[in-house]
């Protein structure tokens, strides 16, 4: 080759290498630009997943557990972590309390998912677009309903960035209570009825207009602490659509609806798909009882039956006496809550359980105290911490008794009786009804039926009793102020517009 | 015979050479066939015959008539030849050669053939196409050498007022044709006095060049170009060869660590094959990379600061540093460009410096084989003190606290097992040589250097072949560079500092491991004990850590010289980078027992192609000369990976190679790619005046696929100033000072080390799902939020300068003082919910770096013989947060969690807060112990101590103040140069002491010897506070080496030959209580000593 040639090449190589390279755009390998995406149904699918994705991620049972439960007489936990489950038992929680913080945060990372997720797909506009922003509000009003339960005065967001200049501000409660309410009213009206879906299994625990309705009633339950108006006649007859679809039915053993594969249930309305995982994510897996069981159950019997504890509990929340003394010896209910010896298949003793005993909190005089409770059945495919069992959100039993509530608050305590006595009474055998009812027999109906449920704080609130609960460790009243939860540390630290609720 | 078998182990040795960077070679063989083979239809062309009747017409007229007859081409700079003087001839049947010989040779062109081409160039009459043997010539044969009388070879040895010349060979030897009437020979070599002989009657002129002790003439390498070291505008930092440290060094950065004011560099970690913190002026980022920008023979390499220890469970973090891909005998020399005017050519990656390296060149003349040799003893300096056998069993026994603990009745010292005696091995073969026209240097490298801690090494081959070939009568150069190394580490399952550790590294265990248990039973099995229920050398026998990396690199870059002041060249270059890392815990050991065996193989890819095309217009005018480049560069840079892993094996037999045979529930794998471009054009101008007054403007525009669309391209601009004052009248002729320059600049340079893709709204594909109707489906949400506005960071410099060169050049030196100011500082912040991305980055903060530094270097004696030569550095670099939200973001300070102890996961160890330096410890204030607990300072008096009123500023690890100072001494045949380096004003967290002098715990760990006369009570918990901030100022004995230079000159095969011995960190003085003072990022937890090493070393050259 020439000399001259050569020359020629290297500058028309360097020249068409030029020309082919002024582009600065930034080429996508692993990644998905959010304006090219959205556009099949299995990826609309993908984004819809996402959010029930954080929902289930922000539902890891332990943190809502300790905001609803082990602030109350149903349960306390012995281990350390920094204090928080004392100052849950003591309610002495302040801005700093980290699973507040995480509820919360977990409840707007859902409202974050939502929002971006609905900002992309109308980018994209799809055909069922409407439907599918429906389901997505409805997940969103979900989260806006906790949060208003739990923090009350929380800022609105529908939008998917924030501005820097412009942070979000405190919505007052009612505002809050008015969002949610239009929002699932929307929703309602355009969500498809599970009595039109063939296979309503297949779409189960996706939210359907019945799902919706469940969860309305919930919030018409509690209007009047969220809005200062109560609503009873509007969650009867909200309750009333979800009893008259049909679809829904008492299981014969309340422990059905806590089965390993309890996504079968009739009995479930909602619930947050969790599955035995091998990796680590306590947002996918069900691992309420190993957090519970002492570590010596394993492989316990009862009554010559397998209790199916193939794992070693981690010996965590557990249930106060003052509880557990609260039910009849006969009622069914009773024994998802272990006290007492526990023996292997051959009859070796392995645990005695036995209730706190020291007046001193957080002084315990042996590691097999505290009440063990197995509410979620042990399931014999668990890969430990994790089961498959469905964390129960919204059942048909708090419909018909939030129906009966309502009923009573409205004056017609007859028809109410009848309801609760047609939940309670799949706990007896004989049938143990209640003939007259108070107020204080449906708070407590409600203590024992959605004991670690993670509602006993909202009823304790909407009966006015959760400041004056008193337990072994709790003697005092204290400031109605408590009903609310402090608006997170952090939150205030990065949003200066943010203001603390009162009394924090 | 057996001089016959030494040259077939030499000729195998060159083979090997040769087949180790076989790739390389057929490239380059390939370009030098192309550059080379032109001479082979040369007779044939000028055998063509011609017929030719021209009258009073210009010559280029009349060649391009030859053209059209023979088919050749012709090739000429239009106005040297002159083609429009007119000329007449007649021609029938005539020979091309004789042709042209007729009508050229009268107007002093002379031509040569090239293929087709025909290329002339015009001679100074006094080289007059006189046919061979009739003019009268004679030889002149000598031979060339330094002060120290060793052989200088590639002296440029010329007739005075010809281009005619030699060049000296690998003896220093030359012979050259000089025709009568010559005059002078100039002898002239980088880095010597140039020197002018007069001929006369002489035949053999023997001549020793001195040193030019001025440097001035020296050339530094700065960004697209060179220049003499005495026309400098800007901070420009140059070492080169002859300085470098000695000893083990396995990357280039090592070569120049203290030697050089403003630059800091720290040694990550004592495992071989570790990368090093390199800071120049101080770091201008805290979320963006620090990291100087490297440029090796031209090419920018893209440097990944060495993160890749992300496999396995074990988490322990991998020593690599990209810049060992380099052999540091194949470096000439190393140039750190540290202002404005220095580094803005480099625009966007100039904020935090650059480093240029050079790699050496061949030597026309005769072919020189260089050989070097070393065998070294690596050692551990120093241990942590803790409890002996006796003394822990004494204390448990003792004390009522402990209760259960079980005798091992043995006696262990855990150091003792871990650490060992690491042998290092070094072989290094150069080859150079080449003609006139042709030079080329090939060198192959092999190391193995053991750690000093069990099972780590470094094996590494390096293979290098640099080509230079000059055609067309010098107008056109190639330069060709190739390197490939290939690595192979065999990691200890140690933990730097900076890696993550939560069941600890093999020294953490190996500290406090308790120490009365004997390593193996009676039974020949390993002990388990204490919390860990681990055994440190059963660690480091049974589990498998190996990386694999190969690093190529290629430049080729052509210069043709257009006119004589311009020129234009295209550089091409391409970096590949691989590594493999490969992870197995045998079902057999401890760890991997709980997993039944868990095997990981982790591969990255990093590839760069690069374009540059630059012009350079190079002219003097009278008094005044102009310099001005200008260029476009394109590079690209792609970086890829996979992992994959598995657990529950059913054999130990195939390790990691058979990931596959583990559980498939266990899997789990991963893979990513990203990339980046930069299309950039930049400019320089200088021009000075006299020699005296110097101007340098310097411009660059950088368009980053990274910034946001809003930010798409950036424009980085500088100027400078120089005055050489020695160079005016009243200093002229000024007996003590010789050379004084002042010099001042300002510019603007960016750093653009930030994340890909992150303006950009991003959807991520995780392996999240939910599950409906018992089907788990994909859940795919938003990663990122877009920025358009994201850019790079701007660092603003203003740098002045004084160079100065005292009596008779004896003692000279460089006084900077400077301050950059950095803006635009990428932060993350906190963003409230609701979000789907927890941070925000936002271009907001501002940092800056106030500094001086100092360099000096004097001849004490210079004789014949002996020569004493000192040299030190000093550099204060005062670094400032100014602010770190620009008041839009709602934050005051970062905190940042550095201690990696277990235990203190979560706690904030240091803050970064406008009005303080980064690198800020933030904490209590240890104050004493009381009644066996630790007391702090109530610093608002309220009688609690709380994390949020009473933490106050306790420590900085950024130095104050950097120095090294050594000396070379030559005594005859000896030479020794004594190299010390020290560091004032900084602390360091020392986490191994926070995790050991803890007396609680005892009896599942060991603890230091401290710890039982601290007076802190069993059951007490250690924190953090500045109880462990301790001082770690140190002077370090870095370097001492002893030379000798053995006279060879009556060995006739031999012209070169010395022995060395060196002792590198041989004593550092200190307070200090851990292994080594230095360590990367101020945290010191469990890591890596530095080792002491002697090495002894051969050098030969034939």
């Given at each position: 080759m020439k000399m001259k040639t050569y020359i020629l090449i290297i500058f028309a190589a360097a020249l068409f290498t030029i020309s082919g390279c002024t582009n600065l755009d930034e080429h996508f390998y692993d990644k998905?630009?959010?304006?090219?995406?959205?556009?099949?149904d299995e990826e609309i699918n993908a984004g819809l997943m996402n959010v029930y994705y954080q929902l289930g991620a922000s539902h890891n049972w332990l943190n809502q557990w300790q905001l609803?439960?082990?602030?109350?007489?149903?349960g306390m936990c012995p281990?350390?972590?920094?204090g928080v489950y004392k100052q849950d038992q003591l309610h002495?929680?302040?801005?700093?309390?980290g699973p507040m913080r995480d509820v919360y945060t977990g409840n707007y990372t859902t409202i974050a998912a939502a929002n971006s997720f609905l900002a992309t797909l109308a980018i994209a506009n799809p055909p069922n677009l409407e439907v599918i922003s429906a389901e997505v509000r409805a997940i969103r009003a979900f989260a806006y309903l906790e949060l208003v339960d739990l923090f009350a005065n929380v800022p609105i967001v529908t939008v998917e960035k924030l501005d820097p200049t412009n942070l979000p501000k405190n919505a007052a409660r009612v505002e809050v209570f008015n969002f949610i309410e239009s929002e699932l009213k929307d929703a309602i009206s355009k969500l498809p009825s599970l009595?039109?879906?063939?296979?309503r299994q297949a779409l189960f625990p996706r939210i359907a207009k019945e799902t919706a309705q469940a969860i309305l009633v919930k919030l018409y339950l509690n209007a009047e602490v969220y809005s200062?108006?109560?609503?009873w006649q509007d969650c009867i007859t909200t309750a009333n659509a979800v009893i008259n679809s049909g679809l829904y039915v008492l299981e014969p053993n309340i422990w059905n609806a806590f089965a390993?594969?309890?996504?079968?249930?009739?009995?479930?309305?909602f619930a947050i798909s969790k599955s035995n995982i091998s990796y680590w994510d306590t947002g996918a897996g069900n691992w309420t009882d190993v957090l519970s069981m002492?570590?010596?159950?394993?492989?316990a019997y009862r009554n010559g039956k397998d209790?199916?504890?193939t794992y070693n509990g981690w010996g965590g929340p557990s249930v106060l006496k003052e509880h557990f003394?609260?039910?009849?010896?006969?009622?069914?209910?009773?024994?998802?809550i272990l006290m007492g010896k526990f023996y292997d298949k051959?009859?070796?003793?392995l645990i005695d359980i036995q209730p706190f005993?020291?007046?001193?909190?957080?002084?315990?005089?042996?590691?097999?105290e505290g009440l063990s409770c197995i509410k979620y059945q042990p399931d014999p495919l668990a890969v430990p911490p994790f089961q498959r069992n469905d964390l129960v959100i919204i059942r048909y039993a708090d419909i018909l008794l939030s129906k009966a509530e309502a009923q009573f608050r409205l004056g017609d305590a007859a028809s109410a009786l009848v309801l609760v006595n047609s939940v309670r009474q799949r706990n007896f055998s004989p049938d143990k009804p209640l003939l007259t009812l108070t107020a204080d027999d449906i708070l407590s109906e409600r203590s024992r039926e959605f004991l670690?449920?993670?509602n006993y704080r909202t009823d304790l609130v909407r009966f006015g009793k959760f400041t004056t609960i008193h337990t072994k460790w709790k003697l005092s009243d204290d400031p109605s102020y408590r009903n609310i939860f402090p608006i997170p540390q952090t939150e205030l630290q990065t949003n200066p517009n943010l203001k603390q609720n009162p009394g924090y | 015979m057996q001089i016959k078998q030494k040259k077939q182990l030499l000729s195998k040795i060159l083979y090997f050479i040769m087949k180790a960077v076989a790739i390389q070679t057929f490239i380059a063989v390939l370009f030098a066939g192309i550059a080379i083979?032109?001479?082979?239809?040369a007779q044939n062309i000028l055998e063509k015959t011609i017929s030719l009747k021209i009258d009073d017409q210009q010559i280029k007229n009349v060649l391009s008539k030859i053209e059209k007859q023979t088919q050749t081409r012709f090739m000429y700079a239009h106005d040297i030849i002159q083609a429009s003087r007119k000329i007449s001839f007649s021609a029938t049947e005539e020979k091309l050669g004789d042709l042209l010989k007729k009508i050229l040779s009268p107007l002093n062109i002379i031509y040569e053939v090239s293929g087709n081409n025909i290329i002339l160039t015009y001679v100074e009459?006094?080289?007059?196409?006189?046919?061979?043997?009739?003019k009268s010539q004679f030889t002149i044969t000598g031979n060339v050498t330094d002060e120290n009388k060793m052989p200088l070879p590639g002296v440029n040895i010329s007739i005075k007022g010809t281009a005619n010349g030699t060049i000296s060979d690998g003896g220093g030897n030359y012979s050259l044709q000089v025709p009568e009437n010559s005059k002078a020979l100039t002898f002239s070599f980088i880095g010597y006095t140039t020197q002018e002989i007069e001929?006369?009657?002489?035949?053999e002129i023997n001549i020793v060049l001195l040193t030019?002790?001025?440097?001035?003439n020296e050339v530094v390498v700065i960004g697209y170009g060179s220049v003499k070291k005495g026309d400098l505008t800007g901070s420009v930092a140059n070492l080169n060869e002859k300085n470098f440290n000695g000893g083990?060094?396995?990357?280039?950065?090592q070569l120049m660590q203290g030697k050089l004011s403003g630059v800091s560099i720290t040694?990550?970690?004592?495992?071989?094959g570790a990368n090093s913190n390199v800071r120049i002026r101080g770091g201008t980022s805290i979320t963006a990379s620090n990291d100087p920008l490297y440029v090796i023979d031209g090419v920018p390499v893209a440097y990944d600061?060495?993160?890749?220890?992300?496999?396995?469970?074990?988490q322990s973090a991998l020593a690599n540093?990209?810049?060992?891909?380099?052999?540091?005998?194949?470096?000439?020399s190393i140039d750190v460009l540290k202002d404005a005017s220095a580094t803005a050519i480099y625009g966007s990656r100039g904020a935090n410096g650059v480093i240029i390296i050079t790699t050496k060149q061949g030597q026309s003349g005769k072919a020189m084989v260089e050989y070097d040799a070393s065998i070294g003893v690596s050692t551990l300096r120093k241990r942590i003190d803790v409890l002996s056998a006796d003394e822990f069993r004494n204390y448990i026994n003792k004390?009522?606290?402990?209760?259960?603990w079980v005798d091992g009745k043995s006696s262990t010292d855990w150091q003792k097992q871990i650490f060992r005696t690491g042998i290092t091995k070094n072989h290094s073969l150069a080859l150079s040589g080449g003609s006139q026209n042709t030079t080329y240097r090939a060198s192959l490298n092999y190391s193995n250097q053991e750690g000093i801690i069990l099972k780590s090494a470094l094996e590494k081959v390096v293979g290098r072949i640099n080509l230079t070939h000059k055609a067309l009568k010098d107008k056109l150069t190639f330069n060709l560079f190739l390197n490939n190394a290939y690595l192979k580490n065999t990691n200890a399952p140690v933990p730097e500092s900076s890696g993550g550790d939560g069941s600890g590294g093999l020294i953490r265990d190996a500290l406090r491991q308790?120490?009365?248990?004997?390593?193996?039973?009676s039974s020949g099995a390993y002990t388990y004990h204490g919390v860990?229920?681990?055994n440190p050398i059963e660690e480091s026998n049974t589990l498998i850590d190996q990386s694999e990396t190969s690093r190529f690199l290629s430049s080729l870059k052509t210069t043709y010289k257009l006119f004589d002041f311009l020129s234009a060249d295209i550089n091409f270059g391409l970096t590949r980078e691989s590594i493999a890392r490969y992870f197995y815990a045998p079902i057999a050991s401890r760890i991997g027992g709980q997993s039944h065996g868990l095997g990981s193989q982790e591969a990255k890819n990093s590839n760069s192609n690069l374009l540059e095309i630059n012009l350079v217009f190079n002219k003097t005018f009278g008094n005044h000369h102009l310099n001005v480049l200008g260029g476009y560069s394109y590079q690209d840079f792609f970086y890829k990976g996979s992992f994959i892993s598995a657990k529950?094996?059913?054999?130990?037999?195939?390790t990691y190679d058979?990931?596959?045979?583990?559980d498939r529930n266990t899997f789990n794998l991963g893979t990513y790619k990203n990339a980046n471009r930069l299309i950039s054009f930049y400019g320089r101008a200088t021009y000075d005046f006299k020699n005296k007054y110097y101007f340098t403007v310097t411009v660059r525009q950088d368009g980053s696929s990274k910034f946001g669309p809003n930010n798409k391209r950036a424009i980085f601009p500088s100027a400078a100033l120089a005055w050489k004052?020695?160079?005016e009248s009243f200093l002229q002729n000024s007996s003590i000072i010789n050379n004084l320059k002042l010099r001042l600049s300002y510019g603007i340079t960016g750093n653009q080390g930030i994340q890909n893709y992150l303006s950009q709204s991003i959807l991520s594909v995780s392996n999240n799902q939910y599950i409906v109707g018992g089907v788990s489906y994909k859940a795919v949400g938003a990663s990122q939020l877009p920025n358009p506005n994201i850019k790079w960071e701007s660092t603003a410099t203003t740098d002045l300068g004084i160079d100065f060169g005292f009596l008779g050049g004896r003692l000279n030196g460089t006084l900077d003082v400077y301050r950059k100011r950095t803006t635009d500082l990428l932060l993350e912040f906190k963003v409230?919910?609701?979000?789907?991305?927890?941070t925000l980055v936002d271009n907001v903060g501002e940092v800056e770096n106030k500094g001086i530094e100092l360099d000096l270097n004097g001849v004490l004696i210079q004789k014949k013989s002996v020569k004493v030569e000192v040299y030190g550095n000093l550099t204060h670099n005062q670094n400032k947060v100014?602010?770190?939200?620009?008041?839009?973001?709602?934050?005051t300070q970062i905190y940042l969690n550095?201690?990696?102890?277990?235990?203190?996961?979560?706690?904030?160890?240091e803050i970064i807060i406008p009005g303080q330096p980064l690198g800020t410890y933030y904490g209590y204030k240890y104050n004493g112990v009381e009644n066996g607990v630790e007391k702090f300072v109530?610093?608002?008096?309220?009688g609690k101590i709380t994390p949020g009123d009473d933490?106050?500023?306790?420590?900085?690890?950024?130095?104050?103040l950097l120095y090294g100072f050594g000396t070379n001494i030559t005594f005859h045949q000896f030479n020794l140069s004594i190299f010390f380096r020290g560091v004032q004003g900084v602390s360091v967290l020392n986490s191994t002491a926070l995790d050991l002098?803890?007396?609680?715990?005892?009896p599942l760990y060991n603890v230091t010897r401290a710890t039982l006369s601290d007076g802190v009570k069993y059951g007490e918990s250690a924190q953090y506070s500045s109880?462990?901030?301790?001082?770690a100022s140190f002077l370090r004995l870095q370097n001492i080496r002893l030379g000798y230079n053995f006279n060879?000159?009556?060995?006739?095969?031999?012209s070169r030959a010395s022995l060395y011995i060196t002792g590198q960190n041989l004593f550092v003085i200190t307070k200090?209580?851990?292994?080594?003072?230095?360590?990367s990022n101020g945290v010191d937890f469990a890591n890596y000593p530095t080792p002491r090493t002697v090495l002894l070393g051969l050098s030969v050259a034939f």
């Open positions: 998905i630009a959010a304006s090219n995406f959205y556009k099949t609803q439960e082990c602030t109350t007489d149903h281990w350390g972590d920094g002495t929680w302040d801005a700093a309390h009595t039109t879906v063939k296979n200062g108006t109560a609503r390993p594969e309890n996504d079968k249930s009739l009995e479930l309305i002492h570590g010596e159950l394993k492989g209790m199916n504890i003394d609260i039910y009849d010896d006969s009622d069914i209910r009773k024994s998802l051959d009859g070796n003793l005993s020291n007046t001193d909190i957080y002084n315990f005089n042996s590691p097999k670690w449920e993670t | 083979a032109h001479d082979i239809k009459p006094l080289d007059l196409l006189i046919p061979e043997g009739n001929i006369g009657t002489q035949r030019d002790n001025k440097t001035l083990i060094v396995t990357a280039p950065e040694l990550n970690s004592g495992q071989p600061g060495g993160n890749y220890s992300t496999v396995s469970d074990r540093n990209p810049l060992n891909m380099l052999n540091p005998s194949d470096i000439k004390s009522p606290d402990i209760k259960g308790d120490p009365t248990y004997p390593v193996k039973d860990l229920n681990q529950n094996f059913i054999t130990d037999a195939n058979n990931i596959g045979g583990g004052i020695s160079e409230p919910s609701p979000s789907v991305v927890g100014i602010s770190i939200s620009k008041g839009i973001y709602q934050q550095s201690t990696n102890s277990p235990g203190f996961s979560g706690v904030n160890t109530d610093v608002n008096n309220d933490r106050m500023i306790i420590g900085n690890y950024r130095p104050n002098q803890n007396i609680s715990r005892l109880r462990w901030i301790q001082n060879v000159s009556s060995i006739k095969w031999l200090y209580k851990g292994f080594d003072p230095e360590v």
